[in-house]
């Protein structure tokens, strides 16, 4: 004999009801079946809304009851082409009398509302059995609440062993081939009618599997079996083949919903293997639970959680003297009818934190009050503090015992993404580690984790550009051109969730499509940089990196809200990093503080490797002695190809048309953009040092520093074209080219330009090449070099990219 459940979803319309004929038809033949079925989905739901309003005088309720009935009946029609509804009447009259009687006293006790809902369970196993004889299958219809006997704990009844297994026994040599039975629903020895609590079909079923000695147990949902995740939260969360008992146990007791947790225990007794199937793809793959677990397995099985907790913490620094205390505790919450979730106490035993459902909050707080009024009044205990708005997470695996390190990743992984915990438990049997986290991180952490434990997943980097000029638009479609492959060969799923520019914005959470960001863009939401953010930080994704690629100081200054709130930076843009060595210190600190990182390698000579060398150099323990570079691409192409053939404006404005300047070139031509990119080479270096701490010899006639205005400025070259041209003729003279150098060496730095002869490695630079020689402990003799392209769209593109990567890959 095989007992199969059919679930809400999988009784919840015609169409689905039909699956499961097909089902039995395949499965009927060679053995007994016996078949549990729950409300058809959203039923039970309804009928509580509908005894809820009745009992405060809501008279909608009335139109929903007739909704509801019309719905069965039409179902009914429809699959068994019989047009007499009359046993549903029947039902719905009984119902509506029972609820007029709850409007009218104003009173709903948990016995009624017990045989409101069990109804829901009635008219759905009435449907499938009629239709399944229509279908010719042999069938029988049999009231669960003749068989299975409970106590009086209505809505969450236990079922009396002794007395279920007699009905059962002496019903089992009667059962057709194909027994249908109301999930969900029992009654008490008195003959009233009980449930078994919220997804209790499962419960069912397991009891029949048990009493009936059947073979086999087949849980058959909306889902292809257990996860290992909820997959309405994680996306990714993929099937789970093989798990043991204990481990569905876990996983089910901390929130994975698809079984029932108690309808484990009798399958475990008697050591009945349960299969998870899909009703919609009933030969695709599934979950089995046994005793067994395969060695090879994963530690960890599945990530289950539980959205709504609440966390009760008593303490008091009394508390220790006083005896019995966490008996009385529990002895509260207990008579109180309270699930304790989890809990955690301090091994100084000052304080005691447990975690409950959420809808027991106010009802668990009056209850400890209650039992401990003395003890408060007397200020020995503080009155207990409840925190709302909590949810729990358990990492579920058997394995995990004979593994270190686990709770260690587990916490690193929610500290990087800036996920505190509030509170955390193991499990002695050590096949779980829980931990409760607020319910606006839930998604966030669950995700992280899921990517953490599960290697062979995607890590999914989210990433927030803003600034669409050349460099931004060059960044859009190299990441666009490597999405595949990174996915493909590096497991990473590097999407852009946002793109915005000055005036608006474009979210989408599942990934911007980069082949049309454009109009996209276009059309997005008029945004401001505050609203931007405050965008971000809402949707709280884990691996969150915000890409600065504009020039603005109002968006640099935004910086250190950003890396508070655990969200990496990456950026071209120097400000940041060029401000007082204060700022600079604070960026760095909230990176360590919160787990993010800033990075902005290409703040120096574009893509080149420069300062990631220097960091790493630094780690390694070397110690930079002197650096010496041309770091200006701009002022290595306006010197390479100034021959005084052409006026010095001409090639500004020809070097600006090329994107090789800043927006405004008076910038790279005042030496200023040079300075901030030494400065940034001297702090990356461990040193503290301010701009004016750097010495500028500026190529420049005084009258054109200090212009009010772009073309102001470039008349003011023209007129000073005897300038250039005599810089020009004395270098050429010499044989020596012109090169703006940046120093950094025995506590001087400087920025000047100098005439480089022909033996020195700064003579040759084609184009826009810059050139970085670290004179290190280790790199004594010959300096270490770094040689390049130090200016344009692509390559600083690509050096963002590399920054993005290096924050995946930590
Ligand atoms: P049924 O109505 O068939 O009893 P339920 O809604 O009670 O179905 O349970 C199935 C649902 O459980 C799935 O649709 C899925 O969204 C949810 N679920 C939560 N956690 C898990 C998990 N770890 N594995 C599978 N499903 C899960
Ligand atoms: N119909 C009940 C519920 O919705 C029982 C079940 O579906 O398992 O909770
Ligand atoms: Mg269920």
Same mark, same amino acid.
């Given at each position: 004999?095989?007992?199969?459940?059919?679930?809400g979803?999988?009784?919840?319309?015609?169409?689905?009801?039909? !699956?499961?004929?097909?089902?039995? #038809?395949?499965?009927?033949?060679?053995?007994?079946?016996?078949? +549990?079925v729950s409300a058809m989905?959203g039923v039970t739901n309804t009928l509580i809304s509908i005894s809820q309003k009745a009992a405060v005088r809501d008279a909608s309720y009335e139109s929903n009851l007739q909704d509801l009935e019309e719905k069965h009946c039409t179902a009914f029609k429809?699959?068994?082409?019989n047009s007499n509804c009359f046993e549903i009447s029947k039902l719905f009259v009984r119902l509506t009398e029972i609820c007029r009687g709850v409007y009218l006293l104003r009173e709903l006790t948990p016995r009624t509302s017990d045989y409101i809902q069990s109804c829901g369970e009635r008219l759905s196993s009435y449907i499938i059995s009629e239709?399944?004889? #229509?279908?010719?299958?042999?069938?029988?219809l049999y009231d669960s609440r003749k068989?299975l006997i409970t106590?009086k704990k209505f809505g969450s009844a236990?079922?009396?062993?002794?007395?279920?297994?007699?009905?059962?026994?002496?019903?089992?040599?009667?059962?057709?081939?194909?027994?249908?039975f109301p999930g969900f629903i029992a009654s008490t020895s008195d003959n009233e009618t009980s449930t078994l609590g919220r997804?209790g079909s *499962?419960?069912?079923?397991?009891?029949?599997?048990?009493?009936?000695?059947?073979?086999?147990?087949?849980?058959?949902?909306?889902?292809?079996?257990?996860?290992?995740?909820?997959?309405?939260?994680?996306?990714?969360?993929?099937?789970?083949?093989?798990?043991?008992?204990?481990?569905?146990?876990?996983?089910?007791?901390?929130?994975?919903?698809?079984?029932?947790?108690?309808?484990?225990?009798?399958?475990?007794?008697?050591?009945?293997?349960?299969?998870?199937?899909?009703?919609?793809?009933?030969?695709?793959?599934?979950?089995?639970?046994?005793?067994?677990?395969?060695?090879?397995?994963?530690?960890?099985?599945?990530?289950?959680?539980?959205?709504?907790?609440?966390?009760?913490?008593?303490?008091?620094?009394?508390?220790?003297?006083?005896?019995?205390?966490?008996?009385?505790?529990?002895?509260?919450?207990?008579?109180?009818?309270?699930?304790?979730?989890?809990?955690?106490?301090?091994?100084?035993? $000052?304080?005691?934190?447990?975690?409950?459902?959420?809808?027991?909050? $106010?009802?668990?707080?009056?209850?400890?009050?209650?039992?401990?009024?003395?003890?408060?009044?007397?200020? %020995?205990? =503080?009155?207990?503090?409840?925190?709302? =708005?909590?949810?729990?997470?358990?990492?579920?695996?058997? $394995?995990?015992?004979?593994?270190?390190?686990?709770?260690?990743?587990?916490?690193?992984? &929610?500290?990087?993404?800036?996920?505190?915990? #509030?509170?955390?438990?193991?499990?002695?049997?050590?096949?779980?580690?829980?931990?409760?986290?607020?319910?606006?991180?839930?998604?966030?952490?669950?995700?992280?984790?899921?990517?953490?434990?599960?290697?062979?997943?995607?890590?999914?980097?989210?990433?927030?550009?803003?600034?669409?000029?050349?460099?931004?638009?060059?960044?859009?479609?190299?990441?666009?051109?490597?999405?595949?492959?990174?996915?493909?060969?590096?497991?990473?799923?590097?999407?852009? +969730?946002?793109?915005?520019?000055?005036?608006?914005?474009?979210?989408?959470?599942?990934?911007? *499509?980069?082949? %049309?960001?454009?109009?996209?863009?276009?059309?997005?939401?008029?945004?401001?940089?505050?609203?931007?953010?405050?965008?971000?930080?809402?949707?709280?994704?884990?691996?969150?990196?915000?890409?600065?690629?504009?020039?603005?100081?109002?968006?640099?200054?935004?910086?250190?809200?950003?890396?508070?709130?655990?969200?990496?930076?990456?950026?071209?843009? %120097?400000?940041?990093?060029?401000?007082?060595?204060?700022?600079?210190?604070?960026?760095?600190?909230?990176?360590?503080?919160?787990?993010?990182?800033?990075?902005?390698?290409?703040?120096?000579?574009?893509?080149?490797?420069?300062?990631?060398?220097?960091?790493?150099?630094?780690? /390694?323990?070397?110690?930079?002695?002197?650096?010496?570079?041309?770091?200006?691409?701009?002022?290595?192409?306006?010197?390479?190809?100034?021959?005084?053939?052409?006026?010095?404006?001409?090639?500004?404005?020809?070097?600006?048309?090329?994107?090789?300047?800043?927006?405004?070139?008076?910038?790279?031509? /005042?030496?200023? =953009?040079?300075?901030? !990119?030494?400065?940034?080479?001297?702090?990356?270096?461990?040193?503290?040092?301010?701009?004016?701490?750097?010495?500028?010899?500026?190529?420049?006639?005084?009258?054109?520093?200090?212009?009010?205005?772009?073309?102001?400025?470039?008349?003011?070259?023209?007129?000073?074209?005897?300038?250039?041209?005599?810089?020009?003729? #004395?270098?050429?003279?010499?044989?020596?080219? &012109?090169?703006?150098?940046?120093?950094?060496?025995?506590? +001087?730095?400087?920025?000047?330009?100098?005439?480089?002869?022909?033996?020195?490695?700064?003579?040759?630079?084609?184009?826009?090449?810059?050139?970085?020689?670290? $004179?290190?402990?280790?790199?004594?003799?010959?300096?270490?070099? +770094?040689?390049?392209?130090?200016?344009?769209?692509?390559?600083?593109?690509?050096?963002?990219?590399?920054?993005?990567?290096?924050?995946?890959?930590?």
């Amino acid at each position: 004999m095989k007992v199969l459940k059919f679930g809400g979803t999988s009784v919840g319309s015609v169409e689905a009801i039909r !699956k499961v004929a097909e089902i039995l #038809k395949k499965e009927s033949g060679q053995e007994q079946l016996v078949v +549990v079925v729950s409300a058809m989905s959203g039923v039970t739901n309804t009928l509580i809304s509908i005894s809820q309003k009745a009992a405060v005088r809501d008279a909608s309720y009335e139109s929903n009851l007739q909704d509801l009935e019309e719905k069965h009946c039409t179902a009914f029609k429809e699959l068994t082409g019989n047009s007499n509804c009359f046993e549903i009447s029947k039902l719905f009259v009984r119902l509506t009398e029972i609820c007029r009687g709850v409007y009218l006293l104003r009173e709903l006790t948990p016995r009624t509302s017990d045989y409101i809902q069990s109804c829901g369970e009635r008219l759905s196993s009435y449907i499938i059995s009629e239709y399944l004889k #229509k279908e010719g299958l042999q069938v029988e219809l049999y009231d669960s609440r003749k068989y299975l006997i409970t106590d009086k704990k209505f809505g969450s009844a236990n079922v009396l062993w002794q007395s279920t297994k007699a009905a059962l026994q002496e019903l089992k040599p009667q059962l057709a081939s194909i027994s249908v039975f109301p999930g969900f629903i029992a009654s008490t020895s008195d003959n009233e009618t009980s449930t078994l609590g919220r997804g209790g079909s *499962d419960y069912t079923a397991a009891v029949l599997a048990n009493l009936l000695q059947a073979r086999e147990l087949q849980i058959w949902t909306d889902v292809n079996g257990l996860m290992t995740s909820d997959p309405r939260l994680v996306p990714s969360a993929h099937l789970l083949e093989h798990v043991s008992y204990e481990e569905a146990l876990e996983l089910s007791h901390f929130g994975a919903k698809v079984l029932y947790p108690p309808s484990i225990q009798p399958a475990l007794d008697a050591e009945i293997p349960i299969w998870v199937k899909n009703t919609f793809d009933p030969e695709g793959p599934s979950t089995l639970v046994t005793k067994e677990w395969d060695d090879e397995k994963q530690t960890i099985c599945g990530i289950s959680s539980i959205q709504d907790v609440a966390l009760v913490n008593l303490s008091g620094a009394s508390m220790v003297g006083i005896p019995s205390f966490s008996y009385r505790l529990f002895k509260a919450l207990s008579q109180a009818n309270i699930n304790v979730i989890m809990i955690t106490q301090a091994s100084s035993e $000052h304080s005691i934190c447990v975690g409950i459902s959420k809808t027991d909050a $106010h009802a668990a707080l009056e209850a400890i009050i209650e039992e401990f009024e003395q003890e408060i009044s007397l200020h %020995k205990i =503080d009155e207990p503090v409840v925190d709302e =708005d909590q949810s729990i997470i358990a990492l579920v695996g058997s $394995h995990m015992k004979n593994q270190v390190g686990i709770s260690g990743k587990m916490f690193n992984t &929610l500290g990087r993404n800036g996920i505190s915990v #509030k509170a955390i438990a193991q499990g002695s049997s050590e096949r779980n580690i829980t931990a409760v986290v607020a319910k606006a991180d839930l998604k966030k952490a669950l995700n992280t984790l899921h990517e953490s434990f599960f290697l062979s997943e995607l890590k999914k980097m989210n990433l927030f550009v803003v600034g669409v000029g050349n460099v931004g638009r060059a960044f859009l479609r190299q990441v666009q051109k490597q999405q595949e492959l990174l996915a493909r060969e590096f497991n990473l799923d590097i999407q852009v +969730v946002a793109v915005a520019n000055s005036r608006k914005s474009y979210f989408n959470e599942e990934g911007v *499509d980069l082949t %049309k960001w454009e109009q996209l863009l276009e059309h997005g939401n008029d945004s401001t940089i505050e609203a931007f953010i405050a965008q971000i930080k809402a949707l709280n994704l884990r691996n969150s990196i915000f890409i600065d690629i504009t020039a603005s100081h109002t968006i640099a200054a935004t910086y250190r809200e950003l890396l508070e709130s655990s969200i990496s930076v990456v950026t071209p843009n %120097k400000i940041a990093a060029t401000r007082d060595m204060s700022s600079y210190l604070d960026l760095k600190y909230a990176t360590k503080k919160y787990g993010s990182q800033f990075l902005f390698e290409t703040n120096v000579a574009a893509g080149l490797p420069v300062i990631s060398t220097m960091n790493e150099l630094f780690k /390694s323990g070397d110690r930079i002695h002197a650096i010496q570079a041309v770091l200006s691409g701009t002022l290595n192409f306006l010197f390479n190809n100034y021959d005084g053939k052409r006026p010095f404006s001409s090639i500004v404005k020809e070097a600006r048309a090329l994107g090789l300047t800043e927006p405004d070139p008076r910038l790279d031509l /005042s030496g200023e =953009d040079v300075m901030r !990119k030494l400065l940034i080479l001297i702090r990356e270096s461990g040193r503290k040092w301010e701009m004016e701490q750097i010495e500028q010899v500026s190529f420049l006639p005084e009258a054109c520093k200090n212009t009010p205005d772009l073309n102001t400025f470039y008349e003011l070259l023209d007129a000073h074209e005897d300038h250039f041209l005599e810089l020009y003729s #004395k270098a050429k003279e010499k044989g020596a080219q &012109l090169r703006v150098v940046a120093s950094f060496q025995d506590g +001087v730095a400087k920025v000047a330009l100098e005439q480089v002869a022909l033996h020195h490695p700064f003579y040759f630079l084609e184009g826009k090449d810059n050139i970085v020689l670290f $004179h290190t402990e280790r790199y004594k003799e010959q300096p270490l070099v +770094v040689k390049g392209a130090g200016a344009g769209a692509e390559v600083t593109a690509s050096g963002i990219f590399a920054d993005v990567l290096r924050i995946a890959n930590q």
